[in-house]
Nanobody, 119 residues
Framework: QVQLVESGGGLVQPGGSLRLSCVAS????????MGWYRQAPGKQRELVAR???????NYADSVMGRFTISRDNARKTVYLEMNSLKAEDTAVYYC?????????????WGQGTQVTVSS
């Protein structure tokens, strides 16, 4: 059974930093595109950042220059370094793993970790 386990969320003041981690129990982790999504109260889930199996990254405009996604294939872990946090970054952050295999898209989600930015 695939599991994605996020950690690192919490309460931080505006301008502060957090680092989220997601450990995945995937046999071929290095072949998955990994992503971080977030969902604020009353809003739809949105993409924050993604990193492909080859290391290419893309970011939401709202976090460009402040957040950095990275991966450690040996540890089967993806990270999200979040700097200069703003109140509007408050949300539940979810880890996602995605792969196109045998003609179909397969994706998996973590349970989410709460990030609250408040003074």
């Amino acid at each position: 059974q695939v599991q994605l386990v996020e950690s690192g969320g919490g309460l931080v003041q505006p301008g502060g930093s957090l680092r989220l981690s997601c450990v995945a129990s995937l046999n071929i982790f290095n072949m998955y595109t990994m992503g971080w999504y977030r969902q604020a109260p009353g809003k739809q889930r949105e993409l924050v950042a993604r990193i492909s199996s080859g290391g290419s990254t893309n970011y939401a405009d709202s976090v460009m220059g402040r957040f950095t996604i990275s991966r450690d294939n040996a540890r089967k872990t993806v990270y999200l370094e979040m700097n200069s946090l703003k109140a509007e970054d408050t949300a539940v952050y979810y880890c996602n793993a995605e792969i196109f295999m045998l003609g179909s898209l397969r994706d998996y989600w973590g349970q989410g970790t709460q990030v609250t930015v408040s003074s």
